[in-house]
């Protein structure tokens, strides 16, 4: 999907809620009362300029009679609160059975506190106005209930060191951040490896990447780049990626050695 049919979702599911809305005679404020959300909030959804949560257009489609009209555009704005280059990986995580992430740059989305996410958005070049910085965070979190999916997806992941030193949006996010991060790595399906900066080898200096195993047993690589991240499916990139991740893996340090190294950054920061 591309980045205008990605903008023109929003747009497309905001006119047909304020068509149903008018249709109904009922006011912004008296839907946002009914739905928790305010009238400027009800307005920025009508203009397209907000994307509204799953629960949010399934209310909306029952409070204003859309007999399913609204409810059939959910998956579309689920995948458009992404960037249009991480939607297909945004989708495969959802039903993946295996999610195995190498980070070299920043730390994972699935990873990240809210204010942490909102350092990073906030820095991006050229700027995000806040309504887009605001609506990426949410997402961003809204994607952490992959950690309570059932059945439980085996995840690991593999951290630069240099990645945790670096304190994005000063020292209280990255106590957060770190405190957050020994949160998860003590789940029973979730690994987390840290990778030393003093290491002699290494075996993925290409860059961070994702590897993906689904339900029907696909394996699948997303591969990060400036705007032109995408996804192998061909059994030879995927292979590559999986060597390197494999060696990549036994070159960190081991889950237990790494929350304890975390632990360390955690009382130095």
């Given at each position: 999907?591309?980045?205008?049919?990605?903008?023109?979702?929003?747009?497309?599911?905001?006119?047909?809620?304020?068509?149903?809305?008018?249709?109904?005679?009922m006011?912004?404020?008296?839907l946002?009362?009914?739905?928790?959300?305010?009238?400027s909030?009800?307005?920025?959804?009508?203009?397209?300029?907000?994307?509204?949560?799953a629960?949010?257009?399934?209310?909306?489609?029952?409070?204003l009679?859309?007999?399913?009209?609204?409810?059939?555009l959910?998956?579309?704005?689920?995948?458009?609160?992404?960037?249009?280059?991480?939607?297909?990986?945004?989708?495969l995580?959802?039903?993946?059975?295996?999610?195995?992430?190498?980070?070299?740059?920043?730390?994972?989305?699935?990873?990240?506190?809210?204010?942490?996410?909102?350092?990073v958005?906030?820095?991006?070049?050229?700027?995000?106005d806040?309504?887009?910085?605001?609506?990426?965070?949410?997402?961003?979190?809204a994607?952490?209930?992959?950690?309570?999916?059932?059945?439980?997806?085996?995840?690991?992941?593999?951290?630069?060191?240099?990645?945790?030193?670096?304190?994005?949006g000063?020292?209280?996010?990255?106590?957060?951040?770190l405190?957050?991060?020994?949160?998860?790595?003590?789940?029973?399906?979730?690994?987390?490896?840290?990778?030393?900066?003093?290491?002699?080898?290494h075996?993925?200096?290409?860059?961070?990447f994702?590897?993906?195993e689904?339900?029907?047993g696909?394996?699948?690589?997303?591969?990060?780049?400036?705007?032109?991240?995408?996804?192998?499916t061909d059994?030879?990139t995927?292979?590559?990626?999986?060597?390197?991740?494999g060696?990549?893996r036994?070159?960190?340090?081991?889950?237990?050695?790494?929350?304890?190294?975390?632990?360390?950054?955690?009382?130095?920061?």
């Amino acid at each position: 999907m591309s980045e205008d049919q990605a903008t023109g979702v929003p747009h497309i599911f905001g006119r047909q809620l304020k068509r149903l809305r008018t249709v109904a005679g009922m006011g912004r404020g008296e839907l946002g009362s009914h739905t928790g959300y305010s009238e400027s909030t009800i307005a920025s959804f009508e203009q397209g300029r907000r994307i509204p949560s799953a629960g949010f257009i399934g209310r909306a489609d029952e409070l204003l009679g859309g007999h399913g009209v609204l409810l059939e555009l959910v998956e579309e704005m689920e995948r458009a609160q992404y960037p249009a280059f991480f939607q297909d990986a945004a989708k495969l995580e959802k039903e993946a059975v295996e999610w195995h992430v190498y980070d070299a740059r920043v730390v994972n989305g699935l990873l990240q506190t809210e204010d942490y996410a909102r350092a990073v958005f906030t820095m991006y070049r050229p700027v995000l106005d806040e309504e887009t910085i605001e609506q990426r965070v949410a997402a961003r979190l809204a994607r952490q209930q992959f950690f309570s999916r059932k059945p439980l997806p085996t995840t690991s992941f593999v951290i630069e060191e240099s990645v945790l030193r670096r304190r994005l949006g000063g020292r209280t996010v990255t106590r957060g951040q770190l405190e957050q991060i020994l949160l998860i790595g003590q789940r029973r399906h979730v690994e987390i490896q840290v990778m030393p900066t003093d290491r002699e080898e290494h075996a993925a200096l290409t860059g961070p990447f994702t590897l993906i195993e689904t339900k029907e047993g696909r394996r699948i690589a997303y591969v990060e780049a400036y705007k032109h991240s995408r996804l192998f499916t061909d059994r030879g990139t995927v292979r590559e990626l999986e060597e390197q991740y494999g060696v990549l893996r036994a070159q960190a340090l081991t889950p237990r050695e790494s929350l304890a190294f975390v632990e360390k950054l955690l009382g130095e920061t």
